[in-house]
Each structure stands twice: as C-alpha cells, then as structure tokens.
C-alpha cells in the first residue's frame, strides 16, 4: 500500500509518500510540479537500489526516522520510559487531516501506548513551510531528543551554510562541505545564542545570493537547539532540526517541537531571504499598530551608562529630537541602587537618589519634545546583591558557587511566584508613566539548560502583552544573543548586536538580512569612537549604515560638530521621508564582483522604486570599481538611477562617470546584466543609490 500527500505553491511543490503504513518520508521538495503528477510513481522512482554490504531493503528517511527500522543514521526521536527503560518506536498510520495548505499526520504505537503527529503549513504569499511535531505517551516518558518533521538534503548540493557568531559579532557565516557523517551543531546555553543561529542554507552547486536553488531552514525557539545534517553510508541526506537535547528533565506524556520554517528558492539565496523576511513581518509580529511608522530610535546607554543625571538626561533628549529622534530609551541605571552592574538587578524601584520626583519629570520633558518614552528591564536576571535575592535566595538557578555572568544570577522563569513577582513590579512601572516601549534585555546564558525557562519567560511577556497591547518590545541579549521567530512572536524588534561598529554593522546586517526584514532590525549611529572596538568612523558611513534598517542613535549627541550634526539631521530626514515604503521592502543580497564591496538592493512591494547601499568594507584588489549588477528588476521597464550622496565624493575620484555630475536613465536589462559603474571610494564609506521605475 502506497500513501502520498502533496502541498503546493506557485514556486513548489512538496510531496510526501509512505509504504504499509509506515511514517512518511519527503520524496520530493523542489519546483513546482504539474498538478496530474503521479506521485504514486513519485513514491517508487526515488527508490535506491540494494547491493552487497547493505541490508536487503533501505530503511526510509522518514519524518522522524526510526531506529526500529535498522536506520543507520540519526534517529528522529530518543525516549525513555519513567522508570528508565528505553522506547524503540514503530509508528504505523492512523488517519490523514487535509485543507487547503495544511496536512497533519497521525500515526501510533499500540504497543508502547505512543501518539506522534507531524504537522505541515504551507503559506501560499510567503512560500514558507511551517512544520512541527507532537509526541504523547499513556504514561509519563523521558525524553533526550525530538526532531521537528525531517526534510530531507538536496543530493546536487556541495555545502551548507550556518550561522554562528560572538558578543559583537553576530551572523557570520560559515560553509562546510558535505560529506558521509554529521554537521552537528548544538546551543545549550539556553538562550538562542549569538554563538549558533538557528538557521541553515542549503545551496545547490552553482547557486549565489541572486540564483540557483537554495533550501532555507530556520527554528524558531529561543532556548537552545540542535541542528544535524547527515550524509548516510548511501548518499541520502537529512537535515534535523530540534530543542537542544536532554532539555527536559522531568516526565511528562506531551512534548512538542518550536516550529521550523522552511522555504525552496529557485532565484538564491535571496529567495529563502525575501520568504523569511516576509513571513516574519506579515505573519508572525503582533504590532501594536501596524499603520505607525517606525520611529527614529534613540537610545541613552553609551551617553550616560548607569551615570543618570535628570539635567544632562533633558539636554541629550533635546539634541536627540533636534536630531530627528522620535523615541527616546532610558536604558540600565535607573532603578534600585544601580551605580553599577554588581547590583540591584530585580529590584524594580525607581532609584530617588536618581530621580527623587521619580521618573515623571523626564517623560514629560521628552514628551514635549515629540518623543515616545521607553525604558529597560532585564526581568529574568538577579544580582546576589539586590532586596529580591535576600529575600529569596532559592529564586535563583544553580548552585552557589556557580560562575556568575555579568554579576548575575538567572531568575527560575518555572517558578510562578517569580513571574508572578515580575509581573507586579513591571506592570507597576508601566501603570505610574507613560511608557509605550520595553527594552528587554538578557545579559547571560542558563547555568543549565531547561525548556521550562524558556517556556516562563515566554508566559511572562505573553501576560504583559496582554495586559499592556500598546506597548512595544525590543528583544535583547547582550545584543543579538536572543533572536529567532520564537521570541518575536512576543515582541517587535530586535537589537542585532552591541557593536554600534558601523564596519561591523555593515557585515551583520547584510547577513542577518537573510532571516530579518527592516522594520525589526535596530541600527544605531554610534559615538565617534566606537566604544567596542575603538575604531573611528566618518559620521557619513556611520549615519548610512544605520540608514539601512530601523534607524536610531546611541551617543552622546553633544559630541557632535556643527557639520556632523547636519550630516546625521540629513541622513535622518532622508530616512524618514523613505521609511514607509521602505518598511515593506524586499532586502536583497548583490553578487558583488568585489569581495571588498558589500551591497545590498531594497525593492519596493510594488517594484516601483528601489535603493542601493553599497558599502566599502576594505581595499579593492583592482584599482577600479567593478560593475555592480542588480536583481529583479523588469527587463523591460526604463528606470531613472541616481546617486544622492555625491557630497561624499573625495579629491582621488578624478574621472567623470555619470552618476558623479547626473542620474542616469537606463533599462532594467542593462541594470541587471551590466551594472552600475560608481565612483572610486575610500574603504569604510557607502554608496546610495535611488531607482525609480519610469
């Protein structure tokens, strides 16, 4: 008997196939298929043959592969009875729930009183498929691992791509060939990790950020994951994807998998990018108010630090609005005894050293000015040294001796008295001010990792949410150390990472672009010298950088001269005026000729308009610039390109290309196949390109 199941989109088709009832593999994932294809012969044309050193059979890469089945690879699920006892799963088939764009599938183990279901989504706009799994038990059962429904890896594929990265440098990608074996990846510090993404690229030979076909996955869980690719003995691969294992130390007879999200792309790496960007921003933010510009962002940290003083505080906000600035972020120092980080952390008190008419006076002065008020919290952290961790020592996870991070100590999210503490002294704070914007920060790993954490700290902001629906959150963890569809399922931005290195910056938001769209993406134009790297950067490449995605400052704006000071009003101006149709842009890689040039291409919803940033990270081999081909645009549609920073140009760019003296008026073949010639640069400086479609 030959079952089969199939979802379809105008880009692919995913076709799913079983025998005797056994779970279900993955026989085909790629280009649209025609709808009287006969996936019964699907089924057996991807059959491998048998020969001698093998078993008589192969036993099948199913969605959650079995090692009942003599499965030489990693299994998809590993469980324990209660008292210990290993379960060997055998699924068989028990029914079938279909719609249009959904399949859930039902299968049991009569003998070991086991259910799994595997649910599949497919979003017929975004082209993301959205899958997880379910395992339930008649009895409590231990579990070490479950994978999310298992997608098999494209045999025409040389590499892989996977995320890693550190405190002030985000999203680096890393390839790796494939090979007989594991990529195993695993995060057990129990946050999502500036160390492992979780997401993977999967090209096919020859594909770049503009064509070929790419597979995409990313998990969206905040709490730690495990990602296998595996080359069996016969040449199939599987990609998994689930919870980091051993994550669930207590009993239970339900677990469930985050969701993973895949996507095909036909046109690169720029396909998967332009689906995650989309199914992010369309389908899983919650804004408060989808219709309000993202506003100019300012933030206090590297003006002040924990230094707050009411009167410098007034005059930074007024520079700030002077500026442009549109929401003004009280950050760490204002609450408890907070002159440092050694102390206070969960004493959610407005410190009267400080501020002894409390916090009024500044929200109502910025909100003369303009501004929205924001202020952070780190909720699930405490410092041995604070009211809260005297009082309730046994709030705190792990031992005493244990390492502290930051001077802190995480909070048991499990524990209901401890959000339920949280939940008080928070709602508090927002029910006394005018506060529409949350910074949530999260300053160091688990002393161990545990889903139940997770799992709390997704219950608290589910409840302020509830409670307070017109505010905003900012997910941070020493940067960019909490970001995945998990976490901002809850909240509605995030901050890619402490290094306001506008260098750096130009790095991590070209690659983080590949799963972020521009509305949750903070950039902030950073002090003169950059307070993590120590590196001296011109207010134009600074302010530019930070132009690419959602806009904002974070320095003391009274260090700015008069010329810098009018550089980053034009800048902000620039953005503002652009930001809407910006907000809904597509962000697409360039396959840039010159591994010094990093650029990227932001196309309207509507393909009327388009802008270039093109930032120069390094030295050119070559003495000229290459051109710079674009992507997806009309071949046929006539389109009106210039360059609006040519103040930018400097005393070596002696020839005479037309951007420098005029815009250009070209058609989008010639755009696409031959490219932009630009003006010579200097390294650490950007291009900006405008198009518009004529």
Not at 125 to 142: G, R, Y
Not at 176 to 205: C, D, K, M, Q
Not at 312 to 326: P, Q, V
Request: charged share 25%; aromatic share 10%; glycine share 8%.
């Amino acid at each position: 008997m030959i079952q089969t199941w199939r979802l379809d989109d105008t880009r692919q088709t995913l076709v799913l196939g079983a025998r005797g009832g056994r779970l279900a593999e993955v026989v085909y994932w790629g280009p649209a298929l025609p709808e009287d294809e006969d996936l019964h012969t699907l089924v057996r044309a991807g059959d491998i043959d048998v020969t001698g050193g093998m078993l008589d059979a192969n036993p099948e890469l199913s969605i959650s592969p079995e090692a009942t089945r003599t499965f030489p690879g990693q299994p998809g699920m590993v469980i324990r009875h209660e008292n210990g006892t290993p379960l060997l799963p055998s699924f068989r088939f028990t029914q079938a729930v279909e719609a249009r764009g959904h399949l859930v599938l039902h299968y049991a183990d009569v003998e070991n009183a086991l259910r799994y279901q595997a649910h599949f989504t497919l979003d017929p706009q975004t082209h993301i498929i959205t899958s997880h799994a379910v395992l339930e038990a008649d009895t409590a059962m231990h579990l070490h691992w479950l994978a999310a429904p298992v997608m098999p890896g494209p045999q025409l594929s040389d590499e892989m791509i996977d995320f890693s990265g550190r405190w002030c440098g985000e999203f680096q990608m890393n390839r790796t060939a494939w090979s007989p074996g594991i990529r195993y990846r695993e995060n057990r510090t129990g946050r999502t990790g500036h160390e492992h993404f979780p997401g993977l690229l999967v090209p096919n030979r020859g594909a770049t950020n503009t064509q070929g076909h790419v597979y995409g996955f990313h998990y969206g869980w905040s709490g730690g994951h495990r990602m296998i690719a595996e080359e069996l003995p016969d040449g199939r691969r599987q990609i998994q994807f689930g919870h980091a294992s051993r994550m669930e130390p207590v009993a239970r007879t339900r677990f469930q998998t985050a969701y993973l999200y895949s996507v095909f792309s036909s046109d690169g790496i720029n396909g998967c990018a332009v689906s995650f960007q989309r199914h992010l921003r369309d389908r899983i933010i919650g804004w408060p108010d989808a219709a309000r510009p993202r506003p100019v962002h300012y933030n206090s940290w590297e003006a002040v630090y924990f230094d707050h003083n009411l009167d410098t505080l007034k005059e930074i906000a007024r520079r700030a609005a002077d500026l442009g600035a549109e929401r003004f972020v009280l950050d760490d120092g204002w609450f408890g005894r907070r002159d440092s980080d050694t102390t206070s952390l969960a004493d959610w008190v407005v410190d009267p050293r400080k501020y002894p008419q409390g916090l009024t006076p500044l929200i109502e002065h910025v909100h003369g000015l303009g501004m929205a008020f924001g202020i952070w919290f780190e909720p699930e952290m405490v410092n041995p040294d604070s009211e809260v961790y005297r009082a309730h020592p046994d709030w705190a996870l792990g031992g005493e001796d244990q390492i502290l991070g930051r001077q802190q100590k995480v909070l048991d999210m499990a524990n209901g008295d401890v959000r339920a503490y949280l939940f008080e002294r928070i709602a508090d704070i927002l029910q006394a001010h005018a506060i529409d914007y949350i910074k949530w920060d999260h300053n160091r790993v688990m002393p161990r990792p545990d889903a139940a954490q997770t799992m709390g700290s997704y219950t608290l902001i589910d409840q302020l949410r509830a409670a307070f629906p017109a505010v905003e959150i900012e997910s941070c963890a020493s940067g960019g150390g909490r970001i995945d569809f998990g976490i901002l399922q809850r909240t509605h931005r995030v901050w890619l990472s402490d290094s306001n290195d506008a260098l750096e910056r130009l790095r991590m938001q070209h690659n983080a672009a590949i799963f972020l769209p521009m509305a949750v993406t903070g950039s902030h134009v950073g002090p003169r010298i950059c307070h993590t790297s120590g590196r001296v950067f011109d207010i134009r490449f600074r302010a530019w950088v930070a132009a690419q995605r959602h806009m904002g400052f974070e320095m003391d704006p009274r260090e700015l001269t008069e010329e810098e000071a009018r550089v980053l009003g034009e800048v902000t101006t620039w953005w503002k005026a652009n930001r809407d149709w910006m907000l809904r842009a597509d962000i697409l890689r360039l396959d840039s000729p010159d591994p010094a040039v990093i650029a990227e291409q932001q196309l309207a919803e509507d393909d009327s308009r388009f802008v270039l940033f093109v930032g120069k990270a390094d030295t050119s081999a070559q003495i000229a610039p290459r051109p710079l081909r674009l992507t997806r645009l009309d071949p046929q549609a006539t389109y009106r390109v210039e360059l609006i920073n040519r103040a930018s140009l400097n005393h070596l760019s002696r020839g005479q290309p037309l951007l420098k003296e005029d815009a250009m008026t070209v058609s989008g073949s010639y755009l696409m196949h031959n490219g932009i010639t630009l003006p010579w640069s200097y390294p650490d400086t950007m291009w900006v390109i405008e198009g518009r479609k004529l």
